[in-house]
């Protein structure tokens, strides 16, 4: 079981994420387990301040590296495991993929850093992560969002949480990556509002399942990246 930690100050956030769909089911079946901390809970003035003006200036708050030194230290006692890290989110950091997917999946537990604001303090960075990661080539306002995005990709590739394992086993390759092909559904023939007719290759509909196989492998792509 992946124990996945997250550490932010919008918890709410993830209260409709957590509770439906695949990733409920696959709490429930003790296949993963999904902890949101608040970060205000670590602080230790009365106003909660997780936030400070950056030193040398600059517009907006940096987030404290004391907080979240607390938590992360917290977290990581509670699992007594070397298969553990921690995950920073930053437009600076490596990008995720499906291979990086595919490593972390490995692990026992992962404590994921949402900063907020303008940024976080470099310190952690440095010193607290061990990874930084990036989901793409854009800014957010937060790391809640890419977390979410980490977490369903890793709990995607544990045994049992999209069904039987033989969609798994059909679906990922040995260099960590990820077979997608093209797929139909009914109709046979759909046709739309101005009476145009949208087809299935009749190859799918033929029952040979030898050319149906050959069809999907030229149709299929190997998603690494």
């Known amino acids: 079981m992946i124990k996945f930690d997250v550490i932010t100050i919008f918890p709410e956030i993830f209260s409709s994420y957590v509770s439906e769909s695949l990733i409920a089911r696959a709490i429930k079946k003790k296949l993963i387990k999904i902890n949101i901390h608040n970060l205000r809970k670590w602080t230790t ?45 930053t437009p600076r950091g490596e990008k995720f993929t499906q291979k990086m997917a595919t490593k972390l999946a490995k692990l026992d537990q992962i404590i994921f850093i949402c900063g907020r604001y303008e940024g976080v303090d470099e310190r ?84 040979d399942h030898k050319k149906i196989e050959e069809w999907k492998k030229s149709h299929r792509k190997e998603i690494l990246a």
């Open 45 to 89: 003035d009365n106003h909660q301040t997780v936030d400070g003006r950056p030193f040398g200036g600059g517009l907006g708050m940096v987030m404290m590296v004391e907080p979240i030194y607390k938590v992360v230290k917290f977290l990581k006692s509670k699992v007594k495991s070397q298969k553990s890290k921690v995950v920073l989110f």
């Open 124 to 207: 952690v960075a440095e010193k607290i992560a061990d990874i930084k990661l990036s989901i793409g080539n854009y800014d957010l306002m937060g790391g809640e969002l890419p977390a979410m995005v980490c977490i369903e990709a890793i709990s995607r590739l544990v045994p049992g949480v999209i069904g039987k394992e033989e969609l798994l086993k059909e679906r990922v390759t040995k260099s960590g990556g990820f077979i997608e092909y093209a797929q139909y559904t009914r109709p046979e023939i759909f046709v739309t509002k101005d009476k145009k007719k949208w087809y299935v290759p009749k190859v799918l509909l033929s029952g």
